[in-house]
């Protein structure tokens, strides 16, 4: 079970930073990774960690404002989200999967969190 939060209505150029709990004890055999979704658009793939947090990933239109970290002692993955701009508006989702997939397709997604929204006005 994924639990995140830090969601929120924030200004452009603000931070946030979400967080994602995990229940279970094999957190570290995950690929963990932050998908979005506006609306009218299908879920995207913003940015993944590898198992020991050694390798990320960050789509385009994220790289240099986000960062992705994990801490596998505590079964938790961050997303750090910095020079927020109003683009970045959408539902933010955890997403778990087994292994190491550098960009994984949304359909080889384990577990998946509730999702937090994002909300960056103008």
């Known amino acids: 079970q994924l639990v995140e939060s830090g969601g929120g209505l924030v200004q452009a150029g603000d931070s946030l930073r979400l967080s994602c709990a995990a229940s279970g004890r094999t957190f570290s055999s995950y690929t963990m990774g932050w998908f979005r979704q506006a609306p009218g658009k299908e879920r995207e793939a913003v940015a993944t960690?590898?198992?020991?947090?050694?390798?990320?990933y960050y789509a385009d239109a994220v790289k240099g404002r986000f960062t992705i970290s994990r801490d596998n002692a505590k079964n938790t993955a961050y997303l750090q989200m910095n020079s927020l701009k109003p683009e970045d508006t959408a539902v933010y989702y955890c997403?778990?999967?087994?292994?190491?997939?550098?960009?994984?397709?949304?359909?080889?997604?384990?577990?998946w969190g509730q999702g937090t929204q994002v909300t960056v006005s103008s």
């Open positions: 997403a778990a999967v087994l292994g190491y997939t550098r960009v994984p397709h949304t359909t080889k997604v384990d577990y």
């Open positions: 960690c590898s198992l020991s947090g050694g390798s990320t």
